[in-house]
């Protein structure tokens, strides 16, 4: 099994902000003023007008897939078991072709109901008078992504494909977001780091590239299938001809 962990590094090239660069979103807004539950309670206007212009720019036509999503697409369809992890809520690899991907943080176009729980996909915006369409309360929906100081979504699915692994790779993380920067440390195979510079974890990874996901991530699905393609040929003339 392959599990593959893709973090903010991945969208950048498609135009999304990462977080904690330099020039990151946390650098200008703050994590406490839009990005925790206490934050919603404290200004709900703000978080929602935070998170309404985050999905405006993922709908609108400066966001799109690019080299590294549809390679990432292209190996899930060519191999038989390979796990989709992604630390973003953007949509850009179900956009790409990949068949299901796990959203350990949750998902920027959906929303929950804090009075009877449900999620629903929500394109529009949220405000306070945006009734919950399964429930119909109004002023209780939020978006549905993981905030600091809540529990990401799916670990012990993720635990389970880390745990039966022989390939680990990590795609523009930086390693210090956790659980997931300690994903590696839970691999028994062996492991990638792929980014444009060493994450805080880049020292626990067997091995590394470096350089524009566009460019390093099809590259190594390249190689991947073609790891792949040769072990299926020789496993056919090994068995040799067939009656």
């Known amino acids: 099994m392959i599990v593959i962990l893709t973090g903010a ?13 330099a020039d990151g979103t946390w650098t200008s807004v703050p994590i406490d003023e839009v990005a925790t539950p206490e934050a919603f309670a404290r200004d709900p206007v703000r978080v929602h007008g935070y ?23 292209r190996l899930q369809r060519s191999l038989p078991d390979v796990t989709l992890v992604t630390q973003n809520v953007d949509n850009l690899h179900e956009r790409a072709g990949s068949p ?11 929303a929950r109901c804090l009075a009877c729980g449900a999620e629903h996909v929500r394109h529009e915006d949220i405000t306070l008078e945006s009734p919950c369409p399964d429930c119909g309360t109004a002023g209780r929906l939020r978006s549905a992504v993981v905030w600091f100081n809540e529990r990401p979504l799916h670990l012990p699915e993720i635990a389970e494909a880390l745990r039966r692994c022989s390939l680990f790779i990590a795609i523009g993380t930086s390693g210090s977001v956790y659980p997931a920067a300690g994903f590696v440390d839970l691999v028994p195979g062996h492991s990638i780091e792929l980014n444009l510079a060493p994450s805080a974890v880049a020292s626990h990874f067997a091995e590394a590239i470096y350089g524009p996901a566009s460019e390093t991530v099809p590259a190594l699905v390249d190689r ?20």
């Open 224 to 243: 991947l299938l073609e790891t792949y393609a040769a072990a299926e040929r020789e496993a056919d003339a090994a068995a040799g001809p067939q009656a």
């Open 100 to 110: 299901r991907v796990i959203h350990m943080h949750g998902e920027l176009l959906r």
């Open 51 to 73: 998170y309404n212009s985050r999905r405006q720019k993922l709908l609108s036509g400066e966001v799109s897939p690019h080299a590294a999503h549809l390679a990432l697409a």
């Open 9 to 21: 590094g991945i969208s950048k090239e498609s135009g999304l902000n990462t977080y904690r660069d």
